[in-house]
């Protein structure tokens, strides 16, 4: 009789926890570690800097504590400096850094008088690894679109080679300026532009502005002008050498034209006077081609 009891117990008790843990599992509430993001773990140190070359240009950084100082290294905007502005600090802090590509990076920082390694190469990194030690971010400007798939797709579309955009350009100085391509996808247009080089002079793009214009008031004002931001410019060289060509890709948001309104696209060169000009109007916006079934270049 009492061993039936023991096993009346001891199912119950069984009977009991499963209950308990069944309750939890519809509560509807998740352990916060089950979001738990790796840090990196690196060493500083105050004689020496370190550097971290990153997959994208950096947007921020948030140091953990005084004890550190970093800065983006000049005219390279995904390089990272860091070190120590103290010597032989104790404590263990951390800092993080969010690129324009949307990754999120931590990093879980240690002094050392004699670091391993001072030069870290996240490209290097593979995918699989970089899930477990950033993730994405979702900027304003994107309107919640994952900035990770928005970087793949101006990548892919920056490396088509097929032009479908043939009746678009400007030509002075040796410099030709074309627009090469215009896509549209979720909302969001894809100007991919071309400069062809003819002359003996290597072309440094400065900036380009984009201005919503009246094209019949050719006495028209700066007021009377609407710029253009872009969200995004991806342009892996600014320098157009000579005799070569080079294209850059700008991302912005969709929008149209009034009647008799058109788009100045004007080209402006770095120290130099070769600016060049062109126009876009409505018939050529609602004429972008369509972003379908594309093959993302992940690498």
Known sequence: ????????????????????????????????????????????????????????????????????????????????????????FDEETNFSVITEDGKFYNFDVFYSSYPDTLNYDLLKLQRNQEKEYSTDVLFEELKGESSSLTELLIKTLYQLPKRTVKHIGSKSFGIQFLLKSLYVHEGKFYFIFQIKNKSNVSFDVDFVTFKITDKKNLKRTVVQDRVLSPLRTYSPNPTVNYQSDGEFLYLMDQFTLLEDQIVEIELMEKDGGRHQKIQIENSDLISAKVVNDIQLKLN
Not at 42 to 53: F, G, I
């Open 1 to 88: 009789m009492k061993i039936r009891l023991n096993i009346f117990f001891s199912v119950l008790l069984i009977l009991f926890c499963i209950c308990r843990l069944a309750a939890q599992e519809n509560s509807g509430f998740a352990s916060l570690s089950q979001a738990k993001l790796e840090p990196y773990k690196m060493e500083v140190t105050y004689n020496k800097t370190t550097h971290l070359l990153f997959p994208s240009p950096i947007r921020y950084v948030d140091l953990g504590s005084e004890n550190l100082i970093a800065n983006k290294a000049d005219d390279v905007a995904n390089v990272l400096r860091i070190k120590s502005s103290v010597r032989d």
